[in-house]
């Protein structure tokens, strides 16, 4: 059963994150935690997204929680953005 925070469930469709975690964990938690680890569908929401053009050598969990700038100042041959 959910309580007013979000505690009690899953709001997740797939993740890597151990059930009793999710469970415990308030619904704005798992919602900032990119969707690549958990999914919950609220990355294009939070702005949580990749904005690599091409194949990219960065982990996706980090592409999808590096800040925008960050991702742009890496090496085009280790991250494109251009």
């Known amino acids: 059963m959910q309580n007013e925070r979000g505690q009690g469930v ?3 469709t797939d993740s890597q994150v151990p059930g009793k975690i999710q469970e415990k964990a308030p619904a704005k938690l798992e919602h900032e935690l990119p969707d690549s680890v958990h ?3 609220s990355n294009h929401q939070t702005g949580k997204v990749s904005h690599a053009t091409g194949p990219s050598k960065v982990p996706q969990a980090i592409q999808e929680a590096a800040p925008k700038k960050l991702e742009e100042i890496l ?3 280790i991250h494109p953005t251009k």
């Open 10 to 12: 899953s709001h997740a």
């Open 39 to 41: 999914d919950t569908g």
């Open 75 to 77: 090496p085009e041959k």
